[in-house]
Nanobody, 122 residues
Framework: QVQLVESGGGSVQAGGSLRLSCAGS????????MGWFRQAPGQEREGVAN???????RYADSVKGRFTISRDNAKNALYLQMNSLKPEDTAMYFC?????????????????WGQGTQVTVS
């Protein structure tokens, strides 16, 4: 059974930092596209960042320069370092994995999703 489990969310003041982690199991994701999405109440789920198997990264304009996505293929893990957090970053954050290339923010291309971790910035 394939699972993605996020952790690291929480409440933080504006300007603070959080590091999200996503642990994968049941599948080897080293060759897959992996991404972080977020969804605020009443809003569409949006792509935040994604990373190809070769380490190429892409970011939404709203988080460029503040967020950094990385992966550890040996651990089947995905990370999102979030700095200079703003209240508008408040959302449920989800990790996702898809067997396609190149990575994109298109939700439909991702096969597996985690349950999400809440980030609240006040």
């Amino acid at each position: 059974q394939v699972q993605l489990v996020e952790s690291g969310g929480g409440s933080v003041q504006a300007g603070g930092s959080l590091r999200l982690s996503c642990a994968g199991s049941g599948e080897t994701f080293r060759s897959w596209c992996m991404g972080w999405f977020r969804q605020a109440p009443g809003q569409e789920r949006e792509g935040v960042a994604n990373i190809d198997s070769d380490g190429s990264t892409r970011y939404a304009d709203s988080v460029k320069g503040r967020f950094t996505i990385s992966r550890d293929n040996a651990k089947n893990a995905l990370y999102l370092q979030m700095n200079s957090l703003k209240p508008e970053d408040t959302a449920m954050y989800f990790c996702a994995a898809g067997d396609f290339w190149p990575c994109s923010r298109t939700r439909a291309l991702y096969t597996y999703w985690g349950q999400g971790t809440q980030v609240t910035v006040s």
